[in-house]
């Protein structure tokens, strides 16, 4: 027998930003809506070939020193572990059902994959909220999930 693990590449995002901050520190630590329980706008993005989600495309020059959010909501068949394979470009953070899971907070070039993260899904829906803060242009993510089990994006 062969073990096979199960991989999900979102092929569409909610997406709502950019949140101007003063520095892209001060974007990462600060709470907007999306983390603080405001209502917001999400607009529906597609990912490039490749699985790129390029915020710098979607925001133009508003995107210096800001933070962005992207939602995906994913149906677990079961409680089970999951490994979230994250590249960002600069800082971000990850929360999974509410609970911090990953947090990077230095200047980088999104690449596939920079970081594995192991979270823990339970049987039904569970939130991904991701927030990328960006110094300068460019500005996006990758972003796949990998799990024993399939998993289906909740629409």
Do not use: C, I
């Not at 990462?28 to 529906?44: K, M, N, R, S």
């Not at 710098?56 to 995107?63: Q, R, S, V």
Request: charged share 15%; aromatic share 6%.
């Amino acid at each position: 027998a062969t073990l096979q693990t199960a991989s999900l590449t979102p092929d569409v995002w909610k997406v709502v930003g950019p949140f101007p901050a003063t520095s892209m520190a001060a974007a990462l630590t600060t709470a907007f809506p999306p983390e603080a329980g405001g209502t917001v706008d999400w607009q529906v993005v597609r990912p490039a070939a490749g699985g790129y989600v390029d915020l710098a495309a979607l925001h133009g020059d508003k995107g210096a020193n800001s933070a962005s959010y992207a939602v995906l909501t994913v149906d677990s068949p079961a409680d089970q572990d999951a490994v979230v394979l994250l590249g960002t470009d600069d800082a971000a953070r990850l929360s999974v059902n509410g609970v911090e899971a990953y947090r990077f907070d230095g200047t980088r070039a999104a690449k596939p994959d920079q970081a594995q993260v192991p979270v823990k899904l339970t049987k039904g829906a569970n939130t991904l909220l991701l927030k990328v803060a960006n110094g300068a242009n460019p500005h996006g993510f990758y972003l796949t999930v990998t799990s024993p089990q399939e998993l289906k994006v909740v629409k």
